[in-house]
């Protein structure tokens, strides 16, 4: 891609995809939520991360609409979705989930979200069983009480070494997003160079992020709104802590998959604390970004979780 004005709209993406797919809005819980449905079938809804939009799913999206009605959403504050003042506590934004497989014509759905949205998925399946069948969550799980540790430093030398190196997941933009106004000066206009930094950081394999794609979440995000609403989602945290300690376990089945990096803390963390049929599996080859670097393993992952408890 030569420039931003050569990217497509989200109704030109969804077309380009194999199967009948369109782009559209809803609005619901006071906000406007974008989404792209395809498919027939029982419905799934994907909840995309940070600093992507729906269109991470891209390669999971047509294989998963051969077996369900699913929808790809961007969150509150995401892509073509509102970006309000406020409401990015992963408790409000789960209801804006609840309210829009409402509106899309069903009871519950299964949920698979990547980071921010397994966080969304995970309050949702927490403050509103009933709407969730079951839940996925690619490379996160929910952040903790455990969180509030997270040093400001680098804690060791290893930490240090991947920062230089470019690599490994010391989080340093979690401070960096909890800034008002200097994200905003800093990287309205210049987004793509913390979108090559992340993937240069967090991925395995860097062409499973292709020039387009790149493009795509950069014009995403290049905005002064955009830039906010998607710190919102980092300045929640503290009440999304607060709120978790507020639920009782959670009785919906979860399965966690984890790229080789992230594999053992999250093996930890998603401990029966969280639930009472929770499963996390590794996924080999892989680092943040599985719905792009390794669409094979999550579709079949996900099929199998979602049509029985069989798993590899």
């Given at each position: ?37 395809g498919g027939q079938g029982e419905p799934l ?268």
């Open positions: 891609m030569s420039g931003v004005n050569t990217i497509p709209t989200d109704a030109e993406l969804a077309a380009s995809l194999d199967g009948d797919f369109t782009s559209a809005y809803a609005e619901v819980n006071g906000v406007v939520l974008h989404h792209v449905t809804v994907l909840l995309g991360g940070w600093p992507q939009t729906w269109w991470q799913f891209r390669k999971v999206l047509p294989e998963l609409a051969r077996h369900y009605r699913v929808t790809a959403v961007d969150l509150r504050g995401m892509g073509g979705s509102a970006k309000p003042e406020t409401g990015y506590d992963k408790r409000t934004m789960a209801g804006d989930i609840a309210a829009l497989i409402q509106h899309l014509g069903h009871q519950s759905a299964f949920v698979a979200g990547h980071d921010i949205g397994a966080s969304v998925g995970y309050h949702l399946a927490a403050s509103r069983p009933e709407a969730v069948r079951r839940l996925v969550t690619l490379d996160l799980g929910v952040p903790d009480a455990s969180w509030l540790e997270i040093p400001m430093l680098p804690a060791t030398d290893e930490q240090v070494a991947a920062l230089t190196e470019g690599r490994g997941g010391y989080p340093w933009w979690f401070a960096f997003n909890q800034l008002h106004g200097l994200p905003e000066q800093l990287l309205a206009g210049r987004f793509r160079h913390l979108i090559d930094w992340l993937c240069g950081h967090m991925l395995a394999d860097q062409a499973s992020i292709e020039e387009e794609a790149r493009e795509i979440y950069a014009r995403a995000y290049d905005s002064p709104a955009a830039i906010r609403a998607g710190n919102g989602w980092y300045r929640t945290m503290r009440q999304d802590v607060a709120d978790l300690a507020t639920y009782g376990r959670v009785t919906t089945p979860i399965l966690t998959l984890a790229g080789e990096s992230s594999y053992p803390a999250l093996r930890e963390q998603m401990g029966p604390d969280k639930g009472t049929d929770i499963q996390v599996v590794e996924v080999k080859g892989s680092g943040h970004y599985l719905p792009e670097e390794c669409p094979d393993a999550v579709i079949g992952a996900v099929l199998r979780f979602f049509s029985s408890r069989s798993l590899p």
